[in-house]
C-alpha cells in the first residue's frame, strides 16, 4: 500500500533561517511526488511537483528514491510562508495519496 | 474563471441521515475527484468521476456514493450518516483523469451531531 508519512506536525522557524519539511514515502515502484500547500483562509494548492523540478517561491524538493524521501526546502524563510504543507504522491496519476502534513509557523 | 465551486459550505446533520454535497469543475476540466479531510489529517482520497463513470474509490464503504453529470459536475452522497463522517470534504478537478493538473475547491465542513 501506499503510504505518505509527514513526521512534525508543527515546524517553528524565524525569518531568514532555512527551513526542512520532511516527507517520507512508501511505495516499491516509481510514483510521482507533490507538495502542496494551504494558506490561511486558502483553499489547498500545488506548490511542486518532482518531475518538473522546479523552484517555486524559493522552494525546491529533491525524489530520493533511495531513502524514499522527498524533503521540501527553503534556505531562508519569510513570515508569508507560513502556511499548512501537505506531500503526496500518485501512482495510477488517477488518485493522491496525502500526508498529515506540517504547519510551517514563520516568526519575525 | 471561479474555479472549483463547492456548495453548501457548511453542512449539519444528524447519525442516519443522508447528505449531498455538489461540485463544479474548474472551465474546462473533465474530471472530479472527492476527498475527506478530518481534523488533523489530511486529504483521503473517496472517488474520481470521468466521463460520468467512477474510475477510481478509496477505501470507503457503499455509503459513500457519487454521480456526475453531462457538464462535468458531480455530487457526493453519503447515507446513513455516521459521526465519524464529520469532516471537510473536498472537490478537485482535472483534465482526463490525471490528477497532476488538479485544482481544489474550498471545501464542504460536514458536521454530524
Known amino acids: 500500500a501506499q503510504r505518505v508519512t509527514q513526521p512534525e506536525k508543527l515546524l517553528s522557524v524565524f525569518k531568514g533561517a532555512p527551513v526542512e519539511l520532511k516527507c517520507n514515502y512508501s511505495?516499491?515502484?516509481?510514483?510521482?511526488l507533490f507538495w502542496y500547500v494551504q494558506y490561511s483562509r486558502q483553499r489547498l494548492q500545488l506548490l511542486l511537483r518532482h518531475i518538473s523540478r522546479e523552484s517555486i517561491k524559493g522552494f525546491t524538493a529533491d525524489l530520493n528514491k533511495g531513502e524514499t524521501s522527498f524533503h521540501l526546502k527553503k534556505p531562508f524563510a519569510q513570515e508569508e510562508d507560513s502556511a499548512m504543507y501537505y506531500c503526496a504522491l500518485t501512482t495510477g496519476f488517477q488518485k493522491l495519496v496525502f500526508g498529515t502534513g506540517t504547519r510551517l509557523l514563520v516568526s519575525p | 474563471d471561479a474555479g472549483v465551486t463547492q456548495s453548501p459550505t457548511h453542512l449539519i446533520k444528524t447519525r442516519g441521515q443522508q447528505v449531498t454535497l455538489r461540485c463544479s469543475p474548474k472551465s474546462g476540466h473533465d474530471t472530479v475527484s472527492w476527498y475527506q479531510q478530518a481534523l488533523g489529517q489530511g486529504p483521503q482520497f473517496i472517488f474520481q468521476y470521468y466521463e460520468e463513470e467512477e474510475r477510481q474509490r478509496g477505501n470507503f464503504p457503499d455509503r459513500f456514493s457519487g454521480h456526475q453529470f453531462p457538464n462535468y459536475s458531480s455530487e457526493l452522497n453519503v447515507n446513513a450518516l455516521l459521526l465519524g463522517d464529520s469532516a471537510l470534504y473536498l472537490c478537485?478537478?482535472?483534465?482526463?483523469?490525471?490528477?497532476?493538473?488538479?485544482?481544489f475547491g474550498p471545501g464542504t465542513r460536514l458536521t454530524v451531531l
Open positions: 511505495y516499491s515502484g516509481s510514483p510521482e
Open positions: 478537485a478537478s482535472s483534465l482526463t483523469g490525471r490528477v497532476d493538473t488538479q485544482y
